[in-house]
């Protein structure tokens, strides 16, 4: 069974929920339909079994006999499929951009970006996320992992930096998911991100 968090869940992530505490909010990170309580244990290097039953009794999580993906990163998935990344237009370049030369696009590229970003948040739950991209199983879980880096990027540092953050992603993926940073970049804008001062995304 795998594990996988709620619309209850979701929320609490977006509000720091103070009922989660960082160790549990840990796991709520984590579970994105494709780990099982076994391997989100290996990942963590703890014994999670008490949290996930807790986590799983209020709501904050459910098991699936399947692997599945949140709603959102479902659609962040679905978007490079659904839209024409070609027909997208192109965002101004950022200082991240403007600075470093342009490389050619790569899975690789991008990971060594995201992870350098996650490093310097200097935090547990930043740490996890990274612990998460580096045990991807897929190209398309790595994306929908790369696109929750960025959130949580979002929601430690404000929707500028975090904006800055995707468009330099933009310059970095492969080109079958420029759309899928694309629509983060415009989530990221529309939605106006309070800052981790002032409630999360």
């Not at 799983?56 to 962040?76: I, K, M, N, Q, V």
């Not at 690789?108 to 199983?137: F, N, P, W």
Request: charged share 25%; glycine share 6%.
């Amino acid at each position: 069974m795998k594990l996988i968090k709620t619309d209850k869940g979701r929320e609490a992530l977006r509000s720091r929920d103070p009922h989660l505490a960082p160790r549990e909010r840990q796991i709520v990170i984590l579970a994105n339909g494709s780990h099982s309580r076994m391997s989100l244990q290996q990942l963590l290097a703890r014994d999670i079994g008490p949290q996930v039953q807790r986590l799983l009794a209020s709501g904050y999580l459910e098991e699936c006999a399947h692997g599945l993906t949140a709603p959102h990163d479902a659609l962040l998935a679905s978007v490079a499929v659904a839209s024409g990344a070609d027909r997208l237009p192109a965002w101004p370049k950022t200082d991240d951009q403007a600075q470093t030369p342009r490389t050619r696009r790569s899975l690789a590229g991008t990971k060594m970006y995201i992870v350098d970003r996650l490093q310097l948040l200097r935090d547990l739950e930043a740490s996890s996320m990274a612990a998460c991209l580096h045990s991807s199983q897929g190209e398309v879980e790595f994306i929908q992992n790369v696109a929750q880096a960025a959130r949580l990027i979002v929601e430690k540092c404000g929707p500028s930096y975090g904006l800055r953050v995707v468009k330099t992603l933009l310059d970095t993926v492969p080109e079958g998911h420029v759309a899928v940073f694309h629509h983060l970049a415009r989530d990221i804008e529309t939605r106006a991100v309070p800052s981790p001062d002032h409630g999360g995304w």
